[in-house]
C-alpha cells in the first residue's frame, strides 16, 4: 500500500461537500505526504500521516484560525514528530544500550538502526572507493563538472568520467550486497 | 539506489534536477545521501530558515524554481542538504504555478515502489527518460500497479487512491512503456540502435502538444537531457564495444544539444517573447532529435 493510497483515517468521521475537512485531506494530503517524506523513512510516511491527519481532526475546530490550512498542517506534523522524537529519547533512557537517533518522526528502534547503519555503511563504501575515485565522486556531488574534477586531479576529463562511472558501480554493488545482508 | 549519484553536470540542469527532487516522494534519501557524501551537518530548519536563506532571491525562487538563483547559492544546497526540505516546506505552502505544476505532474505521487517494481524501474527508465516521459512518471505507474506483472501499462487509470477518478492528459499518457525491453540484455546493436530511435523519435509525440508551454518543454528538455546521461553512462554494456561507442556517441551529440538549449531556456527574458523562444528551442530539437534517429537508423 502506498502513502498517496492511504485511506481516510480511522477516526475520520466528516461532513461532506466543500469546505469540510474531507475536501481538506483531498486537497492536502499528497502535500503532507511529500513534507513527511522529507523528514520521516518511507516507511513511515504513511502511518506519521494518518497520526497527523487524527491530529488535525481533533483540533480544527479549536485551533486553525481559519487563515493558511497548509502552514498550520505542517505546524501540526512538525509538532508530532516532535513529540515522537520526545517520546523515543524517554523510551532510549531506560535502555542502557541506547544510541543517538537520527530520523526524526521514527519511533521503532529497528528502523532507526537501519538508518543509522545505512549511513554508516555509505560512508564506509565512499571511504573504499580510493583514489582518484573518492575524490572525483565527492566533487561531483558537491556540484563540481568533470572539467574542474580532471583540471584538479591532473587527468583527462574522459579519465574523470570513467572514474566517476565505475565508482557508481562499486558503490551501488557495495551499497547493494549490504542491503542484501541485512534483508 | 544511490539518487545522488544521478547529479547533473551542467547548472542549470542541476537546478531542474533539485526543484524536482523537492517535488518527488522520499527527499529525505537524498538529503541523507547529500549528508554523508558531502560531510554535511544534520540540521533541523524550517521555512523561515529557507526564506532567510533565500534572501532577496525568495520571490522569484517562489515563481520560478532553483533556476533563478546564481549557481553558487545553488552549489550551496548540496554542501547544506538541510536547506531541502526547509525549502520545500516554504514552496509548498507559498510556491507559484511553476511548483503546482511539478508536483501537479503525473509522476509526482508520494508513493515508492516495491523492490520488485523498482527493478522494473531499472528497466524502464533510460527507455523512459531518453524519449522525454518523466521517470517519475513510471515511478508512479508502477507504483499504482499501472504496469501488471508482465510489465505492460493499464493505461486511463485513476490517478490518486483517494482522489476524484481522473485520467492521464493525453499527453502525459504512458505512451513509452510498450517500447519495454529496449535496452534489456540484448546483444544486437541493430535491435538496440532501431527500438533507441524509435523511443526519441516519439519526442515529437510528447512535445508537439505543448504548444507554447515554456515552463513544460524545459520539463521535458531536462528529461530527455537526463536520459541522455543515463544512456551514456549506464546501458548498453552488453553491445560490443564499436557499436556502443557509435550510439554513444550519437546520444551525447544529442544530449549536448538539448544542454544548448537548456541553457537557452533559462535566460531572463520578458514573457513576451518566451513564446518565440520556446517555438526556435522546439525547432531546433525537433531537428536534433532528426538528426539522431537518422545517425542510429545508419547504424542499424
Same mark, same amino acid.
Given at each position: ?20 475537512? *474531507? ?7 499528497? *502535500? ?46 512538525? +509538532?508530532?514528530?516532535?513529540?515522537? +522524537? ?47 575515485? =573518492? ?32 565508482? =557508481? =558501480?562499486?558503490? *551501488? ?11 | ?15 531542474? /534536477?533539485?526543484? &524536482? ?31 532567510? /536563506? ?13 533556476? &533563478? ?81 508482465? #510489465? ?8 490518486? #487512491? ?9 499527453? &502525459?499518457?504512458? /505512451? ?13 546493436? &541493430?535491435?538496440?540502435? #532501431? ?26 528538455? #531536462? ?78
Amino acid at each position: 500500500m502506498t502513502a498517496s493510497r492511504a485511506v481516510a483515517p480511522r477516526s475520520m468521521s466528516l461532513p461532506a461537500g466543500d469546505g469540510s475537512l *474531507e475536501s481538506l485531506y483531498h486537497g492536502h494530503c499528497h *502535500e503532507l505526504n511529500l513534507w513527511l517524506g522529507a523528514r520521516v523513512p518511507p516507511s513511515n510516511v504513511e502511518d506519521a500521516s494518518q497520526a497527523v491527519w487524527e491530529r488535525i481532526i481533533s483540533s480544527y475546530d479549536t485551533h486553525f484560525d481559519g487563515a493558511n490550512f497548509r502552514a498550520w498542517m505542517f505546524r501540526i506534523a512538525r +509538532n508530532y514528530l516532535i513529540d515522537m +522524537n520526545r517520546r523515543r529519547r524517554t523510551l532510549a533512557a531506560f535502555d542502557e544500550d541506547s544510541f543517538t537517533p537520527s530520523a526524526p518522526g521514527n519511533t521503532d528502534p529497528v528502523d532507526i538502526l537501519i538508518d543509522e547503519e545505512y549511513r554508516e555503511r555509505l560512508a564506509a563504501c565512499i571511504q573504499g572507493l580510493g583514489y582518484p575515485r =573518492k575524490a572525483i565522486v565527492q566533487a561531483r556531488i558537491a556540484g563540481d563538472g568533470y572539467k574542474a574534477c580532471a583540471a584538479a586531479l591532473k587527468i583527462t576529463v574522459q579519465q574523470a568520467r570513467q572514474h566517476f562511472f565505475k565508482a =557508481k =558501480k562499486l558503490l *551501488e554493488t557495495c551499497m547493494h550486497s549490504h542491503c542484501a545482508r541485512t534483508t | 539506489m544511490l539518487d545522488v549519484l544521478d547529479i547533473p553536470e551542467s547548472p542549470t540542469a542541476l537546478a531542474a /534536477w533539485l526543484d &524536482a527532487a523537492l517535488m518527488k516522494p522520499g527527499l529525505r534519501s537524498l538529503v541523507d545521501e547529500l549528508t554523508v557524501f558531502n560531510g554535511a551537518p544534520d540540521e533541523s530548519l524550517q521555512a523561515e530558515h529557507a526564506r532567510r /536563506w533565500l534572501g532577496d532571491d525568495a520571490e522569484q525562487v517562489l515563481r520560478k524554481g532553483f533556476a &533563478a538563483l546564481a549557481p553558487s547559492k545553488v552549489r550551496e544546497l548540496l554542501s547544506r542538504p538541510s536547506l531541502l526540505p526547509a525549502v520545500q516546506e516554504l514552496v509548498l505552502v507559498d510556491g507559484g504555478p511553476y511548483w503546482q505544476k511539478l508536483r501537479q505532474h503525473p509522476g509526482a505521487t508520494t508513493s515508492s515502489p516495491s523492490g520488485t517494481k523498482r527493478r522494473y524501474l531499472l528497466i524502464f527508465a533510460p527507455i523512459a527518460v531518453a524519449a522525454s516521459v518523466s521517470t517519475a512518471m513510471l515511478l508512479d505507474a508502477l507504483a499504482t500497479r499501472r504496469i501488471d506483472d508482465s #510489465g505492460h501499462a493499464n493505461r486511463n487509470v485513476q490517478m490518486r #487512491g483517494d482522489g476524484p477518478a481522473t485520467t492521464r492528459p493525453a499527453e &502525459a499518457t504512458p /505512451w513509452v512503456l510498450s517500447r519495454r525491453g529496449i535496452l534489456d540484455d540484448s546483444q544486437n546493436p &541493430a535491435e538496440v540502435s #532501431g527500438r533507441l530511435a524509435d523511443a526519441i523519435q516519439e519526442w515529437r509525440a510528447v512535445t508537439d502538444p505543448l504548444g507554447d508551454d515554456f515552463d513544460a518543454l524545459r520539463t521535458r528538455l #531536462g528529461e530527455l537531457w537526463a536520459g541522455c546521461e543515463q544512456l551514456r553512462t549506464n546501458n548498453l554494456q552488453k553491445l560490443p564495444p564499436a557499436s556502443r561507442e557509435a550510439i554513444i556517441a550519437a546520444v551525447a551529440q544529442l544530449q549536448a544539444c538539448v544542454q544548448k538549449q537548456l541553457e537557452e531556456l533559462s535566460r531572463e527574458e520578458p514573457a513576451a517573447t518566451k513564446r518565440q523562444t520556446t517555438a526556435t528551442v522546439k525547432r531546433a530539437i525537433d531537428d536534433f532529435v532528426r538528426e539522431a534517429v537518422t545517425t542510429l537508423r545508419q547504424a542499424q
